[in-house]
T-cell receptor
């Protein structure tokens, strides 16, 4: 049974800093790995999807990497801004036909 | 293109009542998944519907049920509400079934059970 862990649960950084969010999963036979952002009281916004055959994906200031052998993914945010403050969640399905298994997220605060 | 919509956005019910939540997926999307989000348990999968058929079901009691209509809109129903059912209920839609591609989430329905 897939388990997804995100550490730390909360992170506070000054504006302009580059930062890395971590995601660990127990079953390396994942189909893909997805990163989401959630603002307080809102739904989830998809940020990046990395296929199991890929090592990384980039979108603007965001870069996500995937290392299946070690069961880890990281989300790198460059030049952080106060608007990046949100909870970031990662999720992985075991196969294309199974649902996403979510971590509990990392709550990021970027201080101006 | 309009995003995923969920109605109502907020609900207050009392124990023992039942509730129906609605989700309209992005046009053209045939898969709708439902999740329950609570501070303690995080996001937990409820069920997935694709082409009007339930394809996957999470580990929730039979009080939780759902269905999908021919236009891909989906409803979930919770009967005999308990205090522990208070949560944010999120639905997500995608083109293909399962988790093959990007999941697009709605804003959620906040259910409070008193």
């Amino acid at each position: 049974k897939q388990e997804v862990t995100q550490i730390p649960a909360a992170l506070s950084v000054p504006e302009g800093e580059n930062l890395v969010l971590n995601c660990s999963f127990t079953d390396s036979a994942i189909y893909n790995l997805q990163w989401f952002r959630q603002d307080p009281g809102k739904g989830l916004t998809s940020l990046l999807l990395i296929q199991s055959s890929q090592r990384e994906q980039t979108s603007g200031r965001l870069n996500a990497s995937l290392d299946k052998s070690s069961g880890r993914s990281t989300l790198y945010i460059a030049a952080s801004q106060p608007g990046d403050s949100a909870t970031y969640l990662c999720a992985a399905p075991n196969s294309g036909n199974t649902p996403l298994v979510f971590g509990k997220g990392t709550r990021l605060s970027v201080i101006a | 293109k309009a995003g995923v919509t969920q109605t109502p956005r907020y609900l207050i019910k009392t124990r023992g009542q039942q509730v129906t939540l609605s989700c309209s997926p992005i046009s053209g999307h045939r898969s709708v998944s439902w999740y329950q989000q609570t501070p303690g348990q995080g996001l937990q999968f409820l069920f997935e519907y694709f082409s009007e058929t339930q394809r996957n079901k999470g580990n929730f009691p039979g009080r939780f049920s759902g269905r999908q209509f021919s236009n891909s809109r989906s409803e979930m129903n919770v009967s005999t509400l308990e205090l522990g059912d208070s949560a944010l209920y999120l639905c997500a839609s995608s083109l293909a079934r399962g988790s093959t591609d990007t999941q697009y989430f709605g804003p959620g329905t906040r259910l409070t059970v008193l």
